[in-house]
């Protein structure tokens, strides 16, 4: 199993350009989350979907930021347009309904925003 | 969900157990306990599952009282490599039920 991957592993952009980042869960999980890390704020849920259906967005920022599951191997997390401070590490996790085991973190996406 | 407050910062030294407690006095009857370890530029791993009593796997141990209003996760003979931070999170099982992730426990292990 290649656990949950996540692409790019870095990002540099300038601000105001567009950032698509990538996520494929592990196969069989049937919740996906997106999170972003920072010193200051520690780690943020921002969106979850139980069966490619988004659940709850209330840790979305604003309205730059939008995600996408369209089908069950794979989802987007789109920022648009992209500012300094959403500089951040951003964490893909996955899960299995039942399982009595916790969720699948990705290796993350470090985004820097110029 | 129910609040957790875990210590900010620990020290330690190679060989030494390490027990991390975390306060979760309103913990509701259907919440477990969770702990995650993450190493520096890394996502969170899961390391353990509780819901009373003791459970033990090949990482760590996780001791909860009778009352549940805390949690201990004790990591033994800790190496130079278990630096790193350590959640404890307190949520339902069920699947799809959000985790939020607390500041965290931040581990030292010293030569």
């Known amino acids: 199993d290649a656990g949950v991957i996540q692409s790019p592993r870095h990002e540099v952009t300038e601000m105001g350009q567009e950032v698509t980042l990538r996520c494929k869960p592990i196969?069989?999980?049937?919740?996906l989350f997106w999170y972003r890390q920072t010193m200051m704020r520690g780690l943020e849920l921002l969106i979850y979907?139980?069966?490619?259906?988004?659940?709850?967005d209330s840790g979305m920022p604003e309205d730059r930021f939008s995600a996408k599951m369209p089908n069950a191997s794979f989802s987007t997390l789109k920022i648009q347009p992209s500012e300094p401070r959403d500089s951040a590490v951003y964490f893909c996790?996955?899960?299995?309904?039942?399982?009595?085991?916790?969720?699948?973190f990705g290796s993350g996406t470090r985004l820097t925003v110029v | 969900l129910a609040k957790t407050t875990q210590p900010i910062s620990m020290d330690s030294y190679e060989g030494q157990e390490v027990n991390i407690t975390c306060s979760h006095n309103?913990?509701?009857?259907?919440?477990?306990i969770t702990w995650y370890q993450q190493f520096p530029s890394q996502g969170p791993r899961f390391i353990i599952q509780?819901?009373?009593t003791k459970v033990t796997n090949e990482v760590a141990s996780l001791f909860i009282p009778a009352d549940r209003k805390s949690s201990t996760l004790s990591l033994p003979r800790v190496s130079l490599s278990d630096t790193a931070v350590y959640y404890c999170?307190?949520?339902?099982?069920?699947?799809?039920?959000?985790?939020?992730f607390g500041g965290g426990t931040r581990v030292l292990v010293k030569p």
């Open positions: 509780g819901y009373k």
């Open positions: 196969s069989g999980h049937n919740s």
């Open positions: 979907f139980n069966n490619n259906v988004p659940i709850d």
């Open positions: 999170l307190v949520g339902r099982r069920a699947a799809g039920n959000k985790l939020t």
């Open positions: 309103n913990i509701a009857t259907n919440d477990y």
């Open positions: 996790a996955s899960r299995f309904q039942g399982a009595n085991y916790g969720y699948t």
